[in-house]
């Protein structure tokens, strides 16, 4: 169980999407960092919510997260919320030989970076008297699309990792919750917004993030991610056709 009051919170990739929904909801109660690559986006974000502290930070650049940790360090060594949001998606054709540009993009976005700041960040988390690890994953661990493989291997990396680090640190006041979000209606799907109208917004998709860590749930698979996970179980193949169809 964690308050969801008086935490200080870094929010990857909160400068849009399921990131600013996160920071908008949790902003009136806690100090929120949010960071992105984009210092427009960023201003943006801060416009709409002003007592937001913005970073900007390209999380899979190595030297770019070590300054953003040296700052937080120093201004925020309260901080004790850490959700891994920032992520993103390259297509690629597993048949074509130069599809490994995308293997590299998706892994150091959707599985190194959060990796490597959740390290880093470990040591600070474990003074806190109560801390919480939030990483965001999808369905798609279940049912992998072929035209995204390799976002989909990265974030079942990821949901590994978030166990083994669970167990790693069953015997600590930090907790690890992953959400394995649905189809959420951002730009994540840039140029192509999702046809499927049961895209949830964004706002829901934080709203469920929040209950899961307020609850202190270890994985939360919400509307058809859990369908996707049944659907894995019971006709793996019916629920990879139905999922490339
Ligand atoms: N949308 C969906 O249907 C869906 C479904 C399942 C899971 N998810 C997961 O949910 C999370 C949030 O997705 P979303 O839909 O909110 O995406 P989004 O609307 O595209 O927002 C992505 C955010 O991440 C930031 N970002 C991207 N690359 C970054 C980098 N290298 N370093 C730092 N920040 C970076 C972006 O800002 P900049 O561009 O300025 O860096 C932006 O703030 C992701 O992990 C995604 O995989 C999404």
């Known amino acids: 169980m964690m308050k969801l009051s008086e935490n200080t919170v870094l929010i990857t990739g909160g400068s849009e999407g399921v990131?600013?929904?996160?920071?908008?909801?949790?902003?009136?109660?806690?100090?929120?960092?949010?960071?992105?690559?984009?210092?427009e986006k960023l201003r943006r974000a801060k416009a709409q919510l002003p007592g937001l502290h913005t970073e900007v930070c390209d999380v899979t650049d190595a030297a770019q997260r070590d300054s953003l940790l040296s700052?937080?360090?120093?201004?925020?060594?309260?901080?004790?919320?850490?959700?891994?949001?920032a992520g993103g998606k390259w297509p690629?054709?597993?048949?074509?030989?130069?599809?490994?540009?995308?293997?590299?993009?998706?892994?150091?976005?959707?599985f190194t970076a959060p990796v490597a700041l959740t390290s880093?960040?470990?040591?600070?988390?474990?003074e806190r008297p109560r801390a919480a690890i939030v990483n965001i994953t999808s369905g798609l661990v279940y049912l992998p699309k072929a035209e995204q493989a390799f976002y989909c291997a990265a974030k079942a990396a990821l949901h590994s990792y978030s166990r083994?680090?669970?167990w790693a640190l069953r015997d600590s006041a930090v907790?690890?919750?992953?959400?394995?979000?649905?189809?959420?209606?951002?730009?994540?799907?840039?140029?192509?917004?999702?046809?499927n109208l049961r895209a949830i917004s964004a706002e829901?998709?934080?709203?469920?993030?929040?209950?899961?860590?307020?609850?202190?749930?270890?994985?939360?698979?919400?509307?058809?991610?859990?369908?996707?996970?049944?659907?894995?179980?019971?006709?793996?193949?019916?629920?990879?056709?139905?999922?490339n169809g």
Not at 78 to 85: R, V
Not at 120 to 126: A, M, S, T, Y
């Open 19 to 39: 990131g600013l929904a996160l920071a908008r909801a949790l902003i009136a109660n806690n100090r929120v960092i949010v960071c992105g690559r984009s210092e």
């Open 71 to 85: 700052r937080l360090r120093g201004d925020f060594p309260e901080l004790n919320l850490l959700i891994n949001n």
């Open 92 to 110: 690629c054709d597993l048949l074509d030989p130069a599809c490994s540009a995308a293997l590299v993009a998706d892994m150091a976005l959707n």
């Open 120 to 126: 880093q960040l470990l040591p600070l988390l474990r």
């Open 164 to 166: 083994s680090l669970r």
């Open 175 to 195: 907790s690890v919750c992953e959400v394995l979000l649905p189809l959420v209606g951002t730009n994540f799907h840039r140029g192509r917004p999702p046809r």
């Open 204 to 243: 829901r998709a934080a709203e469920l993030v929040l209950k899961g860590v307020a609850s202190g749930a270890r994985e939360l698979r919400p509307g058809k991610s859990a369908l996707a996970r049944w659907l894995d179980f019971l006709a793996p193949h019916r629920g990879l056709a139905a999922v």
